[in-house]
């Protein structure tokens, strides 16, 4: 008797994936590096001068490196010494600037190289902790992390390169790890403790994989609880000397002090119960724009996030939906349910950045959800399988290909609002005309594009073109304080854009403003005392500048006016100390000339000649 051949299904499964596992990674190499390839002859933008042109020690190239590790990352950029030390990122930018001076194309092209990088090890990880699941799997994890729209701001960004390094060697740290697990090779669990530390050398988000390592290795590992925790304790001393290498180098290590409602919205909350409503509202713009990134802005501080109570739609929709995952979470944990694993990634990654435990000086940030949204690509095809009743380990090989057909769309969505949204960090002009849309109700979005028609006023001889350029900084400046109006630097600004068309009464009236607010502003002393010189009224010039002076004894400027007051007023004499301070501080054509005027003034040619061929030098 012949028996009937047995007619099964198809089902898609590891085998023969072998060779497509081969090409795969260098597919998403090049995938991920054409998506961004249109940054690479972008501009500066936006905070980019912190980690490049406006950051001294950077400036300096790699004779900086023994600088770079002894003190804070924004000591070179605003001398402040507070919060950040990320030493291995401004080591990577000296690098850089060494190799190829000030050049925005290089630093582009080095983010674009690090995401690809990232891509491709992320693929080479996801086949390992999914190795029980057909290919397709991680590819489709991959690409969707790769094209996903929110990750613009961290390539497009040449700042936000700590946070790719930070995700970087934390992913390369899990990778050593899963590596000691299989083959119990300790070289392995050495790399990944090293690559811990540069982590951490990196952003303070590595902190987070310390909740991370142990939740892969529960999650994907047969490690029993006591294994865990012994393999993570290594990881908790690393991250001790971390802290203390930061205690010792900067002055404090949080910046909650020094945080300023307009950077941070939760700061103009009168009360816990409304500032925690409102971090609500920004929990849920965070899974929003994870499922439906449509609406993309560069800028998310004051008033975007408008203060709410408890009474607020939002808010309570967004506890409710965080209680819930979190039940799903807890559930699913004794199970190992992926949805579990992703809720929890999901939440450690997002931690530190989320304002729920302490306050940050950002109000929200798509870059903040950089790591976070690995969680989201690895849930959503388990998700899209659950709705459609599918086992992603049997499922046949012709509904397979519907649910990678369904990722496949989404994924060609994302790309094109990811390159289409690339080309909107290009520079500072692009970038904020783009916040005039996406974030009407920021603050800052108005004053940073008043600022770029500022600098046309400033720079311009046209008077056209000046006139032109004035009408919209002033409009925008306006338009800002009509949400904010209390940062002393905006009046200031309006200040120089009607001193620069000739509007003196109305400058003076705003440096007033600026002074109202801070009253040892030296700038805007300063610029109040130039008016008075220009109208001669040389004595409440000089009370002007010597408060400048006060408040900034290093204001080169103040010197070089105070001193020309004198000299104006017919006492040369008295000119000159300032002079010779203003000198000694920044030399310059202008001063070495006053200082030629002054002694000629007095009777002393030679001194007079001498200052005279130094401004020649100049």
């Not at 902790?129 to 992390?145: D, G």
């Amino acid at each position: 008797m012949v028996k009937e051949k047995q007619k099964n299904k198809a089902t898609v499964s590891n085998s023969g994936s072998t060779a497509i596992s081969k090409w795969l990674p260098l597919l998403f190499f090049f995938l991920a590096f054409f998506i961004y390839s249109n940054t690479l002859q972008h501009e500066y933008a936006q905070d980019d001068d912190i980690y490049t042109r406006k950051n001294s020690f950077i400036q300096k190239g790699i004779s900086s490196f023994p600088e770079l590790v002894k003190q804070g990352s924004l000591v070179g950029f605003d001398s402040t010494n507070v919060s950040d030390y990320r030493p291995l990122v401004l080591i990577n930018f000296a690098l850089e600037k060494s190799l190829f001076g000030n050049s925005p194309k290089a630093n582009h092209f080095f983010n674009v190289l690090l995401y690809a990088l990232i891509c491709t090890l992320l693929f080479f990880f996801l086949r390992k902790i999914f190795s029980n699941y057909p290919i397709y799997v991680p590819l489709l994890i991959v690409l969707l992390f790769m094209l996903h729209p929110l990750h613009t701001e961290v390539v497009a960004n040449i700042k936000s390169r700590d946070e790719l390094l930070c995700f970087l060697f934390g992913l390369i740290s899990l990778h050593f790890i899963f590596k000691y697990e299989s083959s119990h090779n300790l070289k392995h669990a050495v790399w990944s403790y090293i690559s811990f530390f540069l982590c951490l050398l990196c952003k303070e988000n590595g902190f987070t994989f310390l909740g991370l390592i142990p939740l892969l290795l529960y999650f994907f590992t047969p490690s029993t609880f006591k294994r865990i925790v012994l393999l993570s304790l290594p990881f908790v001393a690393i991250a001790g000397l971390n802290l203390l290498i930061r205690m010792a180098v900067l002055d404090s290590l949080m910046l909650s002090k020094n945080l300023v409602l307009m950077d941070n919205s939760l700061i103009a909350a009168t009360n816990f119960s409304d500032q925690l409503a409102t971090n609500f509202t920004m929990l849920l713009k965070a899974i929003t724009l994870l499922f439906f990134p449509i609406t993309l802005s560069y800028d998310y501080s004051f008033n975007e996030f408008p203060i709410v109570s408890w009474s607020s739609i939002e808010a309570l929709l967004s506890l409710l939906l965080y209680l819930g995952l979190g039940m799903i979470a807890i559930l699913g944990l004794k199970k190992k349910s992926i949805f579990s694993f992703a809720i929890l990634f999901y939440l450690i990654s997002y931690s530190l950045t989320s304002n729920l435990f302490f306050k940050i000086g950002s109000s929200f940030a798509e870059r903040f959800l950089f790591a976070p949204s690995l969680a989201f690509c690895i849930a959503f095809p388990f998700l899209l399988a659950l709705i459609l009743k599918l086992d992603l380990k049997k499922v046949s090989a012709s509904i397979a290909s519907k649910l990678i057909a369904t990722c496949l769309v989404l994924c060609l969505l994302f790309s094109f609002k990811t390159i289409s949204r690339n080309a909107v960090w290009k520079n500072n002009s692009t970038l904020f005309a783009s916040g005039i849309e996406t974030a009407p109700n920021s603050a800052r979005v108005h004053f940073a594009y008043a600022n770029e028609f500022r600098e046309k006023v400033e720079g311009s001889a046209d008077l056209f073109v000046k006139q032109e350029a004035a009408k919209s900084a002033i409009s925008s400046y306006q338009k800002g304080l009509a949400i904010y109006d209390k940062d002393e630097r905006i009046y200031y600004n309006m200040g120089v854009v009607y001193y620069n068309i000739n509007e003196i009464e109305k400058a003076s009236e705003v440096y007033e403003k600026a002074l109202k607010i801070k009253p040892d502003y030296p700038e805007a002393l300063n610029n109040m005392g130039v008016i008075y010189f220009n109208k001669k009224e040389y004595a409440t010039a000089q009370s002007y500048f010597k408060k400048a002076i006060q408040s900034n004894s290093k204001y080169t400027d103040a010197y070089a006016n105070l001193g020309a007051s004198f000299h104006n007023m017919g006492d040369p004499k008295s000119a000159i100390p300032y002079f010779e301070k203003a000198m000694a501080l920044s030399p310059s054509n202008g001063i070495f000339n006053n200082l030629s005027m002054a002694y000629g003034a007095i009777g002393d040619t030679a001194k007079a000649s001498y200052y005279a061929a130094q401004a020649k030098l100049y």
